[in-house]
């Protein structure tokens, strides 16, 4: 205890001193003020061309920007609506950006870059090959590893001189208030329904502003949630829309430069708030079309006063957002993982090991793989018949002659039949699939569990999966 | 009565994927056309598959944005907002990939 107590005073004696010399030089800064203000009155006007008094270096630095941060950022302190205020309020600011993907990425980047104070960065993810043409921030040499770390290595390596912080962890109700509320503004760069309604619900609960960004193929948009008196997510999306018309980049497919677009868009309206410069895309919304190269800018509704979140008799507290369940809301789930469908008894199901066997025993069958036709393009398995699950009901025929065209081939008498085999990618499309077919009378229909997926991790390793 | 429709966010897959439709709608006698008329009339002659990807009761499903001349028709009184000759009206689905 006693060491503490001669440590601590030593600690004020140092403090002390420090602000007498600080005191010191403000007396000093102020005599070269007036010394300067005398010579301006006496010139009328210091003469660009002419070398600077030596004052007016020091005058710089009343400002808290070192010598360091005024060469870095020199190029935003020339710009006379952002200049030196601009700089600093970016500089006392904390971003949370929830997401270390394909929007997460640019904006990460350009936040680190220019300056703001405190960066945090959330993701339970892995880099994965299959993310890396769009997802730009990561790096070969960081597939595997965590988005977070390496996201962060990246940020670092742009910028040493400010905070980042590490959230290795997924967004939940649970831990949601926590990180949120260390930050000024959080930007949204997840994908999926749920995580949306809870981010922008912990928003409104905290009174943080929201810079929501989201892509799909070829599409964009972008806006300002809960700030300044504009609406929040809810307010728009009061209903959650269904599951079907919740796409998936891992599904749909996404043009890597079109979340780029996105997120440094959402990286300069973060910017924009963080230092009080412009006027930020609130009340609202930025469309963006890249096939046709359109980029709309819309009008939206104010605050709706009936918001459950935002509302005037809202009744979202803290302890009220903890308890929601997202997932049940939007009916689909927080992480990423793709839908397991059960909708076949085993009987009606056979492994893609159990398929190969039969193939090598030379079994009388036909294949039909159930894929859009862009996707069987990519790959497929050898002689299988695509026949797309949105038009397996008009092509009932083909799947007829095929099948008597196998038994003939093979030789079959009457009574024996070829089987019949249904594939998709990951094994949901082939089972709706396979109920179809056994309504329509093919009875023995079968789908392979798993799909492509399977047969690429269980049979053969070289075959590609996308 | 002269309008340009346009579909985005996916929903354009719902009418063969053509994002822009110019489109004459016949008013059926009435003097000014509205959006429930509108919704309708999207619903009979452009949308080609899956409608409840589309509608919900007699409005758009949830999730889908509709724009009246680049303006959130929550703004103009949603299905009584009332449409003159080259309006131009925009369906969008809100997207959540990233």
């Known amino acids: ?466 | 009565m002269q309008l340009t429709l346009e579909f985005g966010g996916g929903l354009e897959l719902l009418c063969q994927s053509v994002k822009i439709h110019n489109v004459d709608v016949d008013q059926a006698g009435e003097e000014k056309l509205t959006m429930r008329h509108l919704l309708s009339w999207v619903r009979t002659n452009l949308i080609k598959e899956r409608p409840e990807m589309f509608m919900k009761g007699d409005t758009v499903r949830p999730g889908v944005l509709v724009l009246v001349n680049d303006c959130d028709w929550e703004l103009s009184g949603q299905l009584d907002t009332t449409l003159d000759d080259k309006d131009v009206v925009v369906f969008i689905s809100t997207l959540h990939g990233g």
């Open chain 1, 1 to 466: 205890m006693e060491s503490n107590g001669v440590h601590s005073s030593l600690i004020l004696q140092e403090i002390e001193k420090l602000k007498a010399e600080k005191k010191d030089i403000e007396n000093r800064i102020s005599v070269l003020e007036a010394q300067l203000n005398d010579v301006v009155a006496k010139e009328g006007t210091v003469s660009s061309s002419s070398c600077p008094p030596l004052s007016i270096t020091y005058l710089g630095l009343e400002h808290g920007l070192s010598p360091e941060m005024i060469y870095r950022y020199s190029r935003h302190l020339l710009l006379p609506n952002f200049g030196v205020q601009g700089q600093s309020n970016l500089l006392k600011s904390s971003i949370l950006v929830v997401g270390a993907g394909g929007l997460g990425s640019p904006a990460l980047l350009y936040l680190a870059a220019c300056g703001v104070g405190r960066l945090g960065i959330v993701d339970h993810d892995v880099v994965e090959l299959n993310n890396l043409h769009r997802q730009i921030i990561h790096a070969e040499a960081y597939i595997g590893q965590s988005k977070v770390k390496s996201a962060a290595a990246a940020c670092r390596a742009i910028n040493s001189s400010i905070q980042i912080v590490e959230h290795k962890e997924a967004l939940r109700t649970s831990n949601a208030l926590e990180i949120m509320s260390k930050y000024d503004i959080v930007v949204d760069a997840t994908d999926n329904a749920p995580s949306r309604y809870l981010i922008s619900d912990c928003c409104v609960v905290l009174g943080k502003p929201l810079i929501s960004g989201a892509a799909l193929g070829l599409e964009g948009q972008l806006t300002v949630y809960n700030h300044n008196g504009g609406p929040c997510y809810r307010c728009l999306f009061p209903t959650p829309p269904p599951t079907t018309a919740c796409q998936r980049c891992s599904d749909s497919g996404v043009l890597g430069v079109v979340p780029g677009v996105i997120g440094c868009l959402q990286a300069l309206e973060a910017l924009k708030v963080a230092s009080a410069v412009g006027e930020p895309l609130s009340g609202r919304m930025l469309l963006f079309d890249a096939l046709s190269a359109r980029i709309r800018i819309v009008k939206i509704r104010g605050r709706s006063l009936n918001c459950e979140a935002c509302g005037e008799n809202a009744a979202f507290t803290r302890q009220f957002f903890q308890n929601f369940d997202y997932e049940k809301f939007t009916q689909s789930p927080l992480s990423t993982t793709p839908l397991k469908l059960k909708l076949l008894p085993e009987t009606a199901r056979i492994s893609s090991e159990e398929y190969k066997e039969r193939v090598a025993n030379g079994e009388a069958h036909v294949l039909i793989d159930v894929r859009p036709a862009h996707h069987f393009k990519i790959v497929s398995l050898p002689k299988a018949l695509n026949v797309p699950l949105s038009t397996l009901e008009a092509q009932l025929s083909a799947i007829s002659s095929a099948l008597k065209d196998e038994e003939e081939r093979k030789g079959l008498g009457s009574g024996s039949n070829a089987s019949l085999y249904v594939i998709c990618r990951r094994g949901n499309d082939s089972q709706r699939a396979v109920d179809c077919l056994h309504k329509m009378g093919f009875s023995s229909a079968k789908d392979i569990i798993g799909g492509l997926e399977s047969w690429a991790q269980n049979v053969d390793p070289n075959f590609p999966t996308y």
